[in-house]
């Protein structure tokens, strides 16, 4: 089989990569590990960037998230008792759409499959082979049916646990990484958010976060232990534990309801350079990860792939390998200022193990001054609405 880009991965990244290239006319096909079921079963973050927002309107796909996802012009931090607004609109005239990722990747699905998109489901032992020449392939397994691709392109979009990124030899890579002494413990319940805006709480007992993905359907985070499993945590304790966390006002009117999701997510800051090695590009997951405080892992991988998209539109359309040629360092230098707004962000909500009471006091002193100087709003605004492509 023959392919112009082979994508290795049906995740956000590489569905949104493959429909943008489809409504070019670029061929491409997907390889996917697990099942279109078990790929729309995650549950994820649910805010969007405007810039993810036109990339699915480029690809036909914004529809459903017009229709459904919600403006959000502002959020709410809270600091104890103390609660104050970033006003988005007011500081960078961009809001933000609640809308969950599952049901971006749920519309992508849908639109591969209204053009007959070809996506090969349950792929095991995928290898790319040549990926430093001008024709590169992938080998893989479907049952007991060993497959090739030829292409011109791979698009490792495969994750941070993929093959793509172990595919660049590690004496071309340089990897840089953080990991959080702390998870978040998630929860999700049929019940009315208690704000219409996000709250995210730093509290002496830990993090918090107040989310939702409709006004039936709340989602909840707090900030656990790594040595914790959902299954230590009732329902009951949850919410006792959230009520905690948040202003007194917030905690006074929250409905609770059962769970119909726990689960604990560990927090780490990671990125591999170079994105690029010969004919293989990295995309989202695969290259990097961000601690989920600021919603930046789909949308930092939706910059990755409008770089790499309008990239092989001009070597298709125009000869021109100046994208291609270019996109590592100009996806990097987007990457490295959304990893550093996600780690500041989470510098600031989080308790850690080792802070020391001068730590805390750097810590209120920040949230002070978010609160009342205009700039440093603005700087927030500005990141959280996320910065140009
Ligand atoms: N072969 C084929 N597919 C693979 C392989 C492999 N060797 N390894 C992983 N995959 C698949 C996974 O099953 C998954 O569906 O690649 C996909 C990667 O998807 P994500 O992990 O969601 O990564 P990405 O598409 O980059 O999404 C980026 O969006 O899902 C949100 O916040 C989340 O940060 C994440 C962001
Ligand atoms: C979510 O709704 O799941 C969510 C929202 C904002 C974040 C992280 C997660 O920063």
Not at 11 to 23: E, K, R
Not at 217 to 235: A, G
Request: some cysteine; aromatic content about 10%; glycine content about 8%.
């Amino acid at each position: 089989m023959k392919t112009q880009v082979a994508i290795v991965g049906g995740g956000p990244s590489g569905m949104l990569l493959a429909q943008l290239l489809h409504v070019r006319g670029i061929d491409s096909v997907v390889l996917e590990r697990k099942t279109k079921d078990y790929v729309l079963s995650r549950i994820r973050a649910g805010v969007l960037e405007q810039g993810l927002i036109s990339l699915m309107e480029e690809a036909g796909c914004a529809d459903r998230m017009h229709a459904e996802g919600f403006t959000h012009n502002g959020t709410l931090i809270s600091y104890g008792d103390e609660m104050f607004r970033v006003d988005f609109t007011e500081h960078t005239d961009k809001p933000v759409m609640v809308y969950g990722q599952t049901e971006v990747t749920r519309d992508l699905y849908a639109a591969r499959e209204r053009a007959g998109g070809p996506i090969e489901f349950e792929v095991e032992d995928v290898e790319i082979h040549g990926a430093d020449t001008t024709s590169p392939y992938l080998t893989y397994r479907v049952g007991t049916q060993e497959r090739r691709l030829e292409c011109d392109f791979v698009a490792g979009c495969d994750g941070f646990h993929g093959v793509s990124r172990q595919t660049i030899p590690l004496d071309v890579r340089r990897e840089y990484e953080k990991v959080y002494p702390f998870g978040w413990l998630g929860v999700l319940s049929e019940t009315p958010p208690v704000n219409e805006e996000l709250i995210y709480a730093n509290s002496e007992r830990g993090f918090a976060l107040c989310s939702m993905r409709n006004d039936t359907l709340s989602r909840y985070y707090i900030q656990c232990s790594l040595s914790d499993s959902p299954n230590d945590w009732t329902d009951a304790a949850f919410w006792e534990e959230l009520k905690r966390r948040i202003p007194k006002d917030q905690a006074d009117k929250l409905v609770t309801g059962p769970s119909i999701e726990k689960s604990i997510a560990p927090l780490r800051s990671f990125v591999t350079e170079p994105m690029r090695w010969g004919r293989l590009f990295l995309c989202g997951d695969a290259a990097h990860i961000v601690p989920p405080t600021g919603a930046k892992g789909l949308n930092t991988a939706a910059s990755d792939v409008h770089y790499l998209y309008n990239a092989l539109r001009d070597f298709y359309e125009n000869g021109s390998e100046a994208g291609i040629d270019g996109y590592s360092e100009k996806a990097l230098d987007r990457v490295w200022k959304t990893e550093r707004f996600s780690w500041w962000f989470s510098s600031l909500l989080h308790r850690y193990p080792d802070q020391s009471p001068f730590d805390i006091k750097m810590q209120v002193a920040e949230l002070e001054f978010l609160r009342s100087n205009k700039a440093a709003q603005r700087a927030m605004a500005e990141n959280y609405v996320g910065l140009p492509y």
